[in-house]
């Protein structure tokens, strides 16, 4: 996006956009949280399997991959979905279910954060939709 010339006016602004670049860092920092997750299945009864290492790292990869889709209709669901697969993963290891867990909520957040924004467009209140000069701050 270039900066507007003189006497042209700034183009408004776009909530999707940056409420893409919010998904897709939580995907990146999912991803993180994953493979941090490896030292913890290492540790626990069974240790470190090639069933899930494989599925940890495999799965760290899937988060990245989807990490640069999230513009597309409907993603968003195909990051909650992405949650269960972790929850079924509790079998594997306990810690993969709690990840998919604790990851589900914080995709659930970001759906009512969506609708949320979308609500607000749709009547006109974001910021970049006010007209006249912005509230003076103290």
Do not use: C
Request: charged letters at 15%; proline letters at 7%.
């Amino acid at each position: 996006m270039s900066a507007p010339r003189a006497g042209q006016a700034p183009a408004p602004g776009d909530p999707w956009r940056s409420f893409r670049g919010i998904m897709a860092a939580a995907l990146i920092l999912e991803a993180i949280v994953v493979l941090l997750a490896l030292p913890v299945v290492s540790a626990g009864e069974d240790g470190l399997t090639a069933v899930s290492g494989t599925f940890l790292i495999g799965m760290a990869v899937v988060l990245v991959l989807m990490s640069g889709v999230q513009g597309r209709p409907g993603i968003i669901w195909v990051n909650l979905g992405i949650q269960a697969v972790f929850v079924v993963g509790a079998l594997i290891h306990g810690a993969i279910g709690f990840i998919g867990v604790v990851f589900a909520g914080v995709w659930a957040l970001m759906i009512y954060l969506r609708s949320e924004v979308k609500r607000r467009q749709d009547r006109g209140q974001l910021p970049f939709q006010q007209s006249g000069p912005p509230p003076e701050r103290d």
